[in-house]
């Protein structure tokens, strides 16, 4: 059964510190990756997707995750974290059903990220 | 910017009383979902939805659920009669069958539901 791990539950980061969340993944074929971050009483925004071709992925706010087949994992990373960046962030895997629809998201537990000034 | 709008933000109820939870997904979207997050838990797969009959379902969702697209724009998930660890968010989701673009499920802000 698919599974996605995301191991660190807590990061604390100084603002303008590079950041890395890590998550991995158990499927038996090339899955659909996402990050989502959820902030308080918000719901769940797409921060960016994998699915075929360069497995660098950039998306919103200046995140970017690398899917590494070899590891099961899709890291996201940011090069320099703002204050407005503090949010629960959850890695998800999709799989392809019917052609290319978009079958049930299996998530991740979440990190809370929490950014000190 | 298009969105999944839900309501209510918050429903409190009592044991043993029926909800229904009420989700407006994305206009041109065909596919419809349905997922809950126990505090401090998962996000957790409940139901899909797509040409008006539920697609996939999992061991989360008993006979105490019920979907239902009742007009061709609502989606409404129903909880019979509730018990205290019905508790939780629930998130409506919808996706598009792409032409030429990958899928992906768009969020609505969560319904807290929480069972006295």
């Known amino acids: 059964a698919q599974s996605v791990t995301q191991p660190d539950i807590h990061i604390t980061v100084s603002e303008g510190a590079s950041l890395e969340l890590r998550c991995n993944y158990s499927?038996?074929?090339?899955?659909?990756l996402f990050w989502y971050v959820q902030s308080p009483g918000q719901g769940l925004q797409l921060l960016l997707k994998?699915?075929?071709?360069?497995?660098l992925v950039q998306g919103i706010k200046g995140f970017e995750a690398e899917f590494k087949r070899s590891q099961s994992s899709f890291n996201l990373r940011k090069p320099s974290v703002h204050w407005s960046d503090a949010a629960e962030y959850f890695c998800a895997v999709g799989e392809s059903r019917k052609g290319s629809t978009l079958g049930r998201l299996y998530f991740g537990r979440g990190t809370q990220l929490t950014v000190w000034p | 910017e298009p969105e999944v709008t839900q309501t209510p933000s918050h429903q409190v109820t009592q044991m043993g009383q029926e909800v229904i939870l009420r989700c407006v997904p994305i206009?041109?979207?065909?596919?419809f979902y349905w997922y809950r997050q126990i505090l401090g838990q998962k996000v957790e797969f409940l139901v899909s939805?797509?040409?008006?009959?539920?697609?996939?379902k999992s061991e989360i969702f008993d006979d105490q659920f019920s979907v239902e697209r009742p007009d061709g724009s609502n989606f409404t998930l129903k909880i019979r009669s509730t018990k205290l660890e019905d508790s939780a968010m629930y998130f409506c989701a919808s996706s598009e069958v792409p032409a030429d673009r990958a899928p992906e499920a768009f969020f609505g802000q969560g319904t807290r539901l929480t069972v006295v």
């Open positions: 994998y699915f075929s071709g360069d497995t």
């Open positions: 499927y038996g074929a090339t899955p659909y």
């Open positions: 206009s041109n979207h065909l596919y």
């Open positions: 939805f797509y040409n008006n009959e539920i697609s996939e």
